[in-house]
Every structure is written in structure tokens, then in C-alpha cells.
């Protein structure tokens, strides 16, 4: 009876880093969306017909590229942690990346409704 073919140890470790990267890719394009439903809100508003309310579309732009910071803080955890070991990810991080993710979809989901 053979053993299956070998596995290499390093490619394991270099799809989740692949991995990781990728999903944070795909929440900055999430963030940028909210950025540019600011952006379009700022431009669309006439001068002074907002004067002194808060802007609830930039505070979501903000609070979107704080958790876009996050996340992309957690990938380089990750991956410098995957280059060191194959060992499973720190809590605290997976906790700081889910936190980092409801924020931003909660973020986005607001510049959504407010954006109508």
C-alpha cells in the first residue's frame, strides 16, 4: 500500500496568506463604495442647506477606513505569523478581524440607507 503523493508544508500556509489578502481586498472595494456614497452626498448637497447637522455619511466613510485599518493590520499579523508557523490563528486576532468585518458591513449597510 503506497502513501498519497507528498504534500509540500510551505503551500499550505501561503494559500491562507493568499487568502487573507484577498478578503481584504474586497473590503477595501467595500469601503471605497461608502467613500464614493460620501463623496457623491458632499457633492449633491447645495451650499449651506446642511449647515451645522452632522454628517452621518462621513462618519460611516471614517468608521468603514478605521475597521479597513484594522483588517489590514490583522493580514500582516496573519501573514508574518504563517511565515514563522503553520499554527492556528491567535484569538484576540480572529477577534480584531470579525470585529474589523461587522463594523465595516454595518458601516456600509448605514451609507446604504442614508445614501437614498
Sequence with gaps: MSAGPRRDPGLQPERTSLAWRRT????????????RSWALA???AAPGSAAGAPDYLGI????AMAATVVLCLCVLARGREL???SAAPRAALMRWAAAAVVVLAGSAVAAVALGR
Design 83 to 85: 511565515r514563522s508557523s
Design 42 to 44: 458632499v457633492t449633491r
Design 60 to 63: 460611516c466613510a471614517l468608521t
Design 24 to 35: 481584504v481586498l474586497a473590503l477595501v472595494v467595500v469601503d471605497l463604495l461608502v467613500w
